[in-house]
Nanobody, 130 residues
Framework: QVQLVESGGGLVQAGRSLRLSCEAS???????IGWFRQAPGKEREGVSY????????????SVKGRFAISSDISRDKTKIRVYLQMNSLKPEDTAVYYC????????????????????WGQGTQVTVAS
């Protein structure tokens, strides 16, 4: 069982920055922690992810060069904090942002799609005003 709690959302002007945090607890080794977002009337989409075992990262084309993901994992692999630094924010980045955990060991590959993630946080609202 993995528990996830997001924080750091809010209202910002276009061009400014925000940093989201996701604290994942439980046995998090071999889990990929991903950030997803969902805007009103749209499907949930992947934004970025990081593998807790290899450190490999992924970014959606829409955020490449503007967002950066990083993580700190505890020595006993029971807690990981994942950060999403969002720079040069645009109104189209407005959405509820969720972090999620997917078991890359069980899957045999790094999960990318929402259905491949087993655990989800409650979400945090990010609103970018033009």
């Amino acid at each position: 069982q993995v528990q996830l709690v997001e924080s750091g959302g809010g209202l910002v002007q276009a061009g400014r920055s925000l940093r989201l945090s996701c604290e994942a607890s439980g046995f998090v080794d071999y889990y990929t922690i991903g950030w997803f977002r969902q805007a009103p009337g749209k499907e949930r989409e992947g934004v970025s992810y990081i593998s807790s075992s290899t450190g490999s990262t992924y970014y959606a084309d829409s955020v490449k060069g503007r967002f950066a993901i990083s993580s700190d994992i505890s020595r006993d692999k029971t807690k990981i904090r994942v950060y999403l630094q969002m720079n040069s924010l645009k109104p189209e980045d407005t959405a509820v942002y969720y972090c999620a955990a997917g078991n890359e060991y069980a899957l045999g590959y790094t999960p990318k799609e929402p259905h491949e993630y087993d655990y989800w946080g409650q979400g945090t609202q990010v609103t970018v005003a033009s």
